[in-house]
């Protein structure tokens, strides 16, 4: 969420989370350094400057940017995870 939408920063979205802000960052740091930060960016086949892309070049393009946007979404799904299992351990002292 944080790296999809410029105008959004750590605070906002960790509160839309229910996160400390701090550990989104890390989160965000992470996914930087191993590379499924770019996927978001990643929508344009780059063109080689000696000509066109072969079919299995672009094949092979469409494949990293496809895998990249997986560990993209899992690491989203692993966040919201994170957050219902957070909300729910709230909902469960407040009951008590």
Excluded at 68 to 79: S, T
């Amino acid at each position: 969420m944080y790296l999809s939408d410029p105008a959004r920063t750590y605070a906002s979205v960790a509160r839309d989370l229910g996160i400390n802000r701090e550990t989104l960052r890390l989160w965000v740091k992470e996914a930087r350094a191993d590379g499924t930060a770019g996927a978001m960016k990643a929508g344009l086949v780059k063109r080689p400057r000696n000509g066109p892309m072969s079919s299995n070049d672009v094949l092979e393009e469409e494949n990293k940017q496809l895998k990249a946007r997986i560990r993209e979404l899992e690491m989203e799904r692993d966040i919201l995870r994170r957050a219902a299992k957070y909300f729910a351990g709230e909902a469960c002292a407040v009951r008590r």
